[in-house]
């Protein structure tokens, strides 16, 4: 495929995260989404991708199905334990229907298969940057809530409190189940999975706490977390 100029027309300011690990079909695909406008941030590997995916907002990721390091699917699902809710499409070099049935289920939003025309592709893209904006962008939290696009919490009298990463993804992760209560070793699997202790929970709980309001968080003894209220 040669880098042609998109129809239709991308959203300016739009953030497109492209995990592919093949080189030449990745600068085509990165040049293409640019000349409509996007933002394009490129990974060659799944590692690469899964922290440009937890540290930066985005509205659509295309990710490789077969990746280096850690594989399309894996990816996928890492990204979604950790609250990520960008639109998925998955572009695989195969097309067979239990490969595509597998992608779905892992959590893609669409399902691409190589080689494919740069004209489907940007109305594929269009059409998930469509069913993001369409989406909720707060999560309440009693009187306050929690902007996604901006990734901080607003609280009841509208003063805006910046929050790391991991504090968001925590706080999101509640938010999103607000009547559930969450386990410390729950909570630790889908945003610290790298600790080795739950305590790290209880930490970044606290600061939490710390931040916003001691109610933001509310102690269930002996079970664990659930979401409080601002």
């Given amino acids: 495929m040669a880098p042609t100029r998109l129809s239709g027309g991308g959203s300016m300011q739009g953030r497109v995260l492209l995990v592919e690990d093949d080189g030449e079909l990745r600068e085509v695909v990165a040049t293409a989404l640019r000349g409509e406008g996007y933002l394009v941030d490129e990974a060659v590997d799944g590692q690469r991708g899964l922290h440009l995916g937890l540290t930066r907002p985005y509205d659509v990721m295309l990710i490789d199905r077969k990746l280096p390091a850690l594989d399309g699917l894996d990816l996928l699902a890492r990204l979604q334990s ?64 929690l902007d996604l696009v901006r990734r901080d919490a607003v609280l009841a009298d509208g003063t805006r409190v910046t929050l790391s990463t991991r504090e968001f993804t ?29 305590s790290i929970i209880d930490t970044y709980v606290y600061y939490l706490r710390r931040k916003l309001d001691r109610n933001v968080v509310k102690t269930v003894h002996g079970l664990g977390y659930r979401l409080g209220s601002l």
């Fill in 82 to 145: 950790r609250a990520v809710t960008a639109r998925t499409l998955m572009l695989a070099p195969g097309g067979t229907v239990t490969e595509r049935i597998e992608g779905l289920d892992a959590g893609a939003d669409d399902y691409l298969v190589k080689p494919f025309h740069l004209g489907e592709l940007s109305a594929r893209v269009r059409a998930l940057r469509r069913r993001a904006s369409d989406g909720a962008d707060a999560l309440p939290i009693g009187r306050g809530f």
């Fill in 170 to 198: 925590l706080l999101k992760l509640l938010a999103s189940q607000p009547n559930t209560v969450h386990s410390r070793t729950q909570l630790r699997s889908r945003v610290f999975d790298e600790a080795t202790a739950a």
